[in-house]
């Protein structure tokens, strides 16, 4: 069973910290990885992806990516409640013939005040 | 609105009835996905079209699940003789027809089964 593991936290962090959530994965084929935010009640919203090894950054959100390692990141720099919410980490993994975006159980982020 | 849209939002249901919850993909989008999610969980993977082939299907999936998507636009998920374990949030996305693409999602169907 091809697997996407994540800690489901909760993480809680102060406002204007670095929250740092992580990703690990089982499938060595996968070349897609995805973070998804996810607000309670709502449906997962994509917030960044990435393909290559090394980082990528989108405003105050940062994606990290090791392959070898079979590891991917996501760093949120100066957190605001408003970040408060669960982030799913997704993989795409061989199903079948195809590649199918696999999710992990996803991070509880909690931003105090 | 050129997103993913789902209908219903809800539905409540009673145990035992039949249920069908509609996915329009974003236009252009070739690749469609049907999820299943319960609290505290991720969206876990039920079927896959590519335009209107069904190519994947979870070996999860009871044979109660079936889904359709005749023209390779929109898709139809149905649920037969539903179970109190169906109560959960179906979720739909799309992507375009490439491996390096994201999939977007709709709003998602709520179902209650009582």
């Known amino acids: 069973q091809k697997e996407v593991e994540q800690n489901s936290g909760p993480l809680s962090v102060p406002e204007g910290a670095i929250a740092s959530l992580n990703c690990t994965y089982s499938?060595?084929?996968?070349?897609?990885f995805f973070w998804y935010r996810q607000y309670s009640g709502k449906s997962p919203e994509l917030i960044m992806s990435?393909?290559?090894?090394g980082d990528k950054e989108d405003g105050r959100f940062t994606a990290q990516l090791n392959k070898a390692s079979q590891y991917v990141s996501l760093l949120i720099r100066d957190s605001q409640p408003s970040d408060s919410a669960t982030y799913l980490c997704?993989?795409?993994?061989?199903?079948?013939?195809?590649?199918?975006?696999?999710f992990g159980r996803g991070t509880s982020l909690i931003v105090h005040p | 609105d050129t997103g993913v849209s789902q209908d219903p939002r809800h539905k409540i249901t009673k145990r035992g009835q039949n249920v069908t919850f509609r996915c329009d993909p974003i236009?252009?989008?070739?690749?469609l996905y049907w999820y299943r999610q319960t609290l505290g969980q991720g969206p876990e993977f039920l079927t896959y079209?590519?335009?209107?082939?069904?190519?994947?299907k979870s070996r999860l999936l009871s044979d109660r699940f079936s889904a359709e998507r005749p023209k390779g636009s929109f898709s139809t998920l149905e649920i037969q003789r539903t179970e109190q374990g169906d109560s959960a949030m179906y979720l739909c996305?799309?992507?375009?027809?490439?491996?390096?693409?994201?999939?977007?999602f709709g709003q998602g169907t709520r179902l209650t089964v009582v």
């Open positions: 079209f590519q335009n209107e082939a069904q190519l994947e």
């Open positions: 236009s252009e989008h070739n690749r």
């Open positions: 990435i393909y290559s090894n």
């Open positions: 997704a993989v795409k993994q061989r199903t079948g013939g195809s590649y199918i975006p696999t």
């Open positions: 499938d060595r084929g996968s070349q897609s």
């Open positions: 996305a799309s992507s375009l027809n490439n491996e390096n693409t994201e999939a977007f």
